[in-house]
């Protein structure tokens, strides 16, 4: 009878040939497709990328068994038929490995090329482009009255911030309706996004209910390479995950929050940072979300990177884990109150709500499961 190794017995066999010393290992100066790699060094190369997974990603500890057994699998059988191979060859051995993980911001790159992805069961559908165009973020006033602004990335810049002011201050006051287009907004840096919304809804809304670190030697190293600022740098290191934010704020302020209608527009492609702006506003009574559902990358975030040494793989690893007030998110995202067919366009239907002055009803918003 064959001896089912445990998840334990099967990390550590992957572990033995990598240490703390292969973390954080920075970008190559130049891109070598057709390297040539020994076995060795393709055992090596698997066995950090196992460290990445099993010692420095904050989801590891949350997936179940299932999906820990898939990985390590698929690691092991890479492992144990190591040959002879170039760097492009080896990126196609392995391509596979994160593929039964379900979070979609995990990255695993070579030559500009992206492994296989969480298996999605939804098919993403044309609900039209973002209103800013080429631009970064675009703020007008349409005739009637609606004042619509599009964000195609969320950044940390002075013309980002200073675009948003100037329309909170000369565009909002004077609107009847707001529309928010976030379609193929991939996310950024969400500084100026966040107090955006915390302008809208008058109050600092939390997008989620606590926030988890993972700090272990690995993590932790890796964290100083990729983030040296980030605050959980502060945390002492352990094996388990640390506790570092409360959420507190799920209610808006209706004296100072922005209370006419508003509509903000999402489709597959809206993740990540995008949607921490996008689960601050769904606590606003006012809000009408249009389009297709959301990315579904705001689970585990805040990513921490490094390459392994032989093949100069690009290994990606969220530092952050959240629980939200959704279940399943990185499965299915946000889905809209008014989910567009394929080929309708979600700025058109938001138009036309705003033009024949309907309203939303405050008590339409509930938990999604």
Not at 73 to 87: E, G, I, P, V
Not at 156 to 161: L, N, P, V
Not at 259 to 276: Q, V
Not at 306 to 329: M, Q, T, W
Request: with cysteine; glycine share 6%.
């Amino acid at each position: 009878m064959v001896k089912i190794p445990t998840i334990k017995e099967m990390e550590n066999f992957l572990l033995q040939d990598s240490g703390l010393e292969d973390m954080g290992i920075p970008a190559p100066e130049k891109r070598e497709p057709n390297k040539k790699l020994s076995t060795d060094d393709v055992r090596h190369d698997i066995s950090v990328l196992a460290r990445y997974l099993i010692r420095v990603y904050v989801g590891w500890p949350v997936h179940d068994e299932i999906v820990k057994r898939k990985v390590l699998t698929r690691l092991t059988k890479a492992y144990k038929s190591a040959h002879d191979m170039t760097a492009t060859k080896f990126f196609d051995f392995v391509r596979n490995v994160i593929e039964p993980i379900p979070d979609n911001h995990i990255s695993l790159r070579f030559n500009n090329v992206r492994a296989f992805m969480t298996v999605k069961t939804r098919e993403h559908k044309d609900v039209g482009t973002n209103i800013a165009g080429k631009k970064t973020v675009k703020a007008e006033m349409r005739n009637n009255g609606v004042a619509v602004i599009g964000f195609t990335g969320m950044h940390k810049t002075d013309e980002f911030r200073d675009v948003i002011i100037a329309f909170q201050k000369n565009i909002l006051p004077k609107a009847n309706a707001l529309i928010i287009d976030l379609r193929g907004n991939g996310g950024g840096n969400s500084f100026y996004s966040d107090q955006f919304a915390y302008f809208l809804c008058g109050a600092k809304v939390d997008s989620m209910k606590k926030t988890f670190v993972r700090t272990t030697p690995e993590a932790q190293k890796v964290l100083g390479f990729s983030n040296p600022d980030a605050d959980w740098r502060k945390l002492k290191q352990s094996e388990k995950l640390q506790l570092w934010r409360k959420g507190v704020c799920f209610k808006i302020d209706k004296k100072n929050a922005y209370m006419k209608p508003i509509f903000i527009l999402t489709d597959e492609n809206t993740g990540s940072a995008t949607e921490m702006f996008l689960l601050r506003m769904l606590h606003h009574p006012m809000v009408t979300v249009i389009g297709d559902n959301s990315r579904g990358m705001e689970v585990y975030g805040n990513m921490v990177h490094g390459f392994l040494p032989h093949s100069k793989l690009y290994v990606a690893v969220g530092a952050n884990y959240r629980i939200l007030e959704y279940d399943n998110f990185e499965l299915h995202g946000h889905k809209p109150d008014i989910k567009c067919k394929k080929g309708q366009d979600a700025f058109q239907i938001a138009m036309s709500m705003c033009t024949n002055r309907v309203h939303v009803d405050e008590s339409k918003h509930s938990k999604q499961k």
